[in-house]
């Protein structure tokens, strides 16, 4: 059996049906549209492939190749894709054993160490970036909750009698976040609402595209696609303008906006087993990598708690 044939199975299975605006696919439509980007990037080993080749010396010449091309993360993701395809073919009765599997568990992924963006750097992204940008940075900074999740968050996510945010993260998972510290939930009530959209933040002007280009034309209200190209845009931007005004700027990514927040959680009497729910963290090792940043009183607090977290208001 070809690969290629059991790929268009598992898209239609995955993917399942668009009706309207509701997606009834197996995962969420932004994790299909990235499965389908993963094993597009190892067409070169799958096209014209059996089955049957796709075996582990084929996913150990992928990894080696691709080491001297992308970071180990992006070489796991791809093999979470193709992973699921296995799996479907062997749910199917097309093959007996999925030869992804040992390299997902081999493959050890470094992290990046983490950096803390400093306030006056974010203070002057809030003020000189555009559209919806200073909103979303001030949420992350309240919330801790990823970029992705932030620019697919619909209104009614928000629930202001409870004071939390419901959103779809990472691996399709729902999650809830409490607003209330660090003045979240004033926050989220003064961001303004595009009249007949959904959106939490929304794109506040057209986006054109080229006549040949395959994407449609985005519009004032739409949901912001690509939310990390744009943010580096707007860095960017603020960088070029801060060398041409002589001030100090260091750019930092959305993601470290996720640092700034568990690290000003945990300084202002927040403890770290209510920060592991809070980030979605699956281990609580990962979540204790934020203790390096501060005080051994803080520390202590943190890990054992002894008074009430600081409502700090995010600037």
């Not at 993360?73 to 007996?96: F, G, N, Q, W």
């Not at 992804?100 to 750097?121: G, N, Y």
């Not at 399709?172 to 939930?185: F, H, S, Y």
């Not at 003064?190 to 933040?201: C, D, E, M, Q, V």
Request: glycine share 6%; with cysteine; charged share 30%.
């Amino acid at each position: 059996m070809m690969f290629i044939n059991v790929l268009a199975d598992w898209k239609s299975h995955m993917s399942g049906k668009a009706d309207g605006k509701k997606w009834h696919g197996e995962v969420g439509e932004n994790t299909f549209d990235r499965y389908c980007c993963s094993i597009a990037q190892l067409d070169k080993w799958l096209d014209g492939s059996k089955l049957s080749q796709i075996n582990k010396a084929l996913i150990a010449d992928i990894v080696k190749a691709r080491k001297t091309q992308v970071t180990t993360a992006t070489i796991k993701r791809d093999l979470v894709a193709l992973s699921s395809v296995m799996e479907y073919a062997i749910a199917h009765d097309y093959c007996e054993a999925n030869p992804v599997l040992p390299w997902l568990k081999r493959l050890k992924e470094r992290r990046d160490p983490i950096v803390e963006p400093r306030d006056q750097d974010i203070a002057l992204v809030i003020e000189r970036s555009r559209g919806m940008w200073p909103y979303l940075v001030k949420a992350a900074l309240v919330t801790g909750i990823r970029e992705e999740a932030l620019v697919t968050a619909k209104r009614d996510f928000v629930d202001p009698n409870l004071k939390t945010i419901t959103v779809i993260d990472k691996g399709n998972k729902r999650r809830t976040v409490d607003l209330r510290p660090m003045g979240g939930a004033e926050f989220f009530e003064s961001i303004p609402a595009f009249a007949g959209k959904p959106w939490l933040f929304w794109r506040m002007t057209d986006k054109r595209v080229r006549k040949d280009s395959e994407r449609a034309a985005t519009f004032a209200g739409d949901m912001i696609e690509d939310p990390g190209p744009e943010f580096s845009r707007e860095t960017k931007r603020v960088s070029e303008w801060a060398e041409q005004n002589g001030v100090e700027f260091y750019p930092f990514t959305f993601h470290a906006l996720r640092h700034k927040h568990a690290i000003e959680y945990l300084r202002h009497g927040g403890n770290i087993y209510d920060l592991q729910k809070r980030l979605g963290h699956a281990s609580l090792a990962q979540t204790e990598a934020y203790l390096q940043f501060l005080t051994p009183e803080q520390q202590r607090i943190a890990t054992h708690g002894d008074g009430v977290l600081k409502r700090k208001k995010v600037a």
